[in-house]
């Protein structure tokens, strides 16, 4: 079983949609939980970053972490074309433990 | 601030052969990480360096090598390439104390 789950897809949704990306994981000692974003042939950027657990939001995006479920989220609302992509979740214990674990990959289309 | 960047972005070798690719981090980031990305595997953990010493390591054979310089680029090398080398070598760097790290666009290998 991999460390971080995530469902690969593929996600069609039409514009204006809102999206629930979602992961899972198994080891509790995970703090730092992040989503990244990456475009065919690009390299991943960062799109949120949550510490613990709790709620962030940043323009349309949410994300949410739920320790007790190990279990986390991202909301896009109000989705646009710019918006397909591979959707990633990444997570690490923190502290000198560099290594990011990443779940899969949900590749998302948001068509017009 | 510039991002990180990696050289060369696309290369192609012959099985047996051997590659080096480098890694620029973001100015005054001093560890540097790198994945595999393959559409079977994911992002696949290599290894993390920090201040020119090896960190973190991932479960990849001997034939995957690297190392940081003072200036804290980053090379990694394979030799004896396989076939299931051909991937997107990603290159990621982080701020010394900080979880979070930021990619770069990935040099692109394909083994014939």
């Known amino acids: 079983q991999k460390e971080v789950e995530q469902d690969p897809g593929p996600l069609s949704v039409p514009e204006g949609a809102i999206v629930s990306l979602n992961c899972t994981y198994s080891?509790?000692?995970?703090?730092?939980f992040m989503w990244y974003r990456q475009y065919s042939r690009k390299g991943p950027e960062l799109l949120m970053y949550?510490?613990?657990?709790g709620n962030k939001e940043d323009g349309r995006f949410t994300a949410q972490v739920d320790k007790s479920s190990k279990y986390i989220s991202l909301f896009i609302r109000d989705s646009q074309p710019s918006d397909s992509a591979t959707y990633l979740c990444?997570?690490?214990?923190?502290?000198?433990?560099?290594?990011?674990?990443f779940g899969r990959g949900t590749q998302l289309t948001v068509w017009p | 601030k510039a991002g990180v960047t990696q050289t060369p972005r696309y290369l192609i070798k012959t099985r047996g052969q051997q590659v080096t690719l480098s890694c620029s981090p973001i100015?005054?980031?001093?560890?540097v990480s790198w994945y595999q990305q393959t559409p079977g595997q994911g992002l696949q953990f290599l290894f993390e360096?920090?201040?020119?010493?090896?960190?973190n390591k991932g479960n990849f054979p001997g034939r995957f090598s690297g190392r940081q310089f003072s200036n804290s680029r980053s090379e990694m090398n394979v030799s004896t390439l396989e076939l299931g080398d051909s991937a997107l070598y990603l290159c990621?760097?982080?701020?010394?104390?900080?979880?979070?790290?930021?990619f770069g666009p990935g040099t692109r290998l394909l083994v014939l």
């Open positions: 949550t510490y613990s657990s």
């Open positions: 990621a760097s982080s701020s010394a104390g900080a979880e979070t790290q930021y």
């Open positions: 080891n509790s000692a995970f703090q730092y």
């Open positions: 100015s005054g980031h001093r560890s």
């Open positions: 360096y920090f201040s020119e010493t090896q960190r």
């Open positions: 990444a997570m690490n214990r923190g502290s000198t433990l560099g290594r990011l674990y």
